[in-house]
């Protein structure tokens, strides 16, 4: 499949993507302070990441459903360009 702009679309890469998304809007604090150390940020970071999740957290949960089911569609439509379109734009 093509996306307009010329480039595969793949939703491979996306998942992980998701996955955060989903634990952001409907995790607990403690599940995503571990996502976010399983990538080795800066505390700071984590820090900035968990101050929004406090805030997130204040939405309502139909709402937050309706989030995620978005959130699923911009995955499933998710473009990933393959090794040689990248090369040919960083060309």
């Known amino acids: ?7 595969a679309a793949n939703a491979v890469g996306c998942p992980s993507i998701l996955n955060e998304l989903i634990i952001l809007l ?12 399983s ?8 820090e900035d990441k968990t101050e929004v999740k406090k805030c997130i957290d204040q939405i309502s949960g139909q709402y937050k459903c309706r989030l995620v089911t978005i959130e ?4 499933m439509n998710c473009v990933v360009p393959t090794s040689s379109e990248l090369t040919s734009v960083l060309q």
Do not use: C, F, S
């Not at 699923?72 to 995955?75: A, G, I, K």
């Open 26 to 37: 409907m995790g607990n604090e403690d599940v995503y302070k571990i996502l976010l150390e």
């Open 39 to 46: 990538y080795t940020p800066p505390l700071e970071v984590i």
């Open 72 to 75: 699923e569609e911009v995955v």
């Open 1 to 7: 499949m093509r996306a307009q702009h010329g480039m």
